[in-house]
């Protein structure tokens, strides 16, 4: 019977050809990004590659420390500039090596790799009954069971997100 092995493992072996291909050794700095930079910095930005210098002799004990070119988005990149030095030690802890000596920013968009979705808030008693009296005298039971999660989704957004207008409460501001 073979062996299980562990879910890691596999990983690597899949990725480690492109991860290669961008001069990353391993997925170490990329899997680590959140801790290295924070979550807030990780959600802006993502390290692309790393150039390494070409080896001038064979002699050398460690080659020359490495350039790791991030994408950053706007907003962020000035932010990221002023935390290039604990970036840099945070990637050669990782290494365990002084490994990479500079960064390159290069902003532009990141996109989102998976944004993380709370679960809304509890409704309380009475909202849950408001949105229950509001759809009562509907007949048609599938609209209604549709109207009541519509009221239960309204209900537990932020009040800062509402649309302009728009009202659990009842008929839609007028605006003069």
Known sequence: MARTKPLADLVVRLLGPSMAA????????VASWPEIVG???AEASRPLRV???????????RPEPATLVVRVEGAFA???????????????????????????????PVGSRNP???PPPPLGEAELRRIAEAVQGLEAPPLRLALERLGRAMASRPAESD??????????ARHS
């Not at 961008?22 to 700095?29: H, K, N, W």
């Not at 150039?51 to 004990?61: A, L």
């Open 22 to 29: 961008q001069g990353f050794t391993g997925a170490d700095v």
């Open 51 to 61: 150039d390494w210098p070409r080896r001038r002799g064979r002699d050398e004990e």
């Open 39 to 41: 979550e807030r910095l």
């Open 163 to 172: 649309a302009p207008g728009m009202s659990l409460s009842g008929p839609p």
């Open 116 to 118: 993380v979705r709370r």
């Open 78 to 108: 000035l932010e990221l500039q002023h935390m290039a030095p604990v970036v840099l030690e945070r990637i050669n802890a990782v290494y365990g090596w002084r490994c990479v000596g500079k960064l390159v920013l290069k902003q532009g």
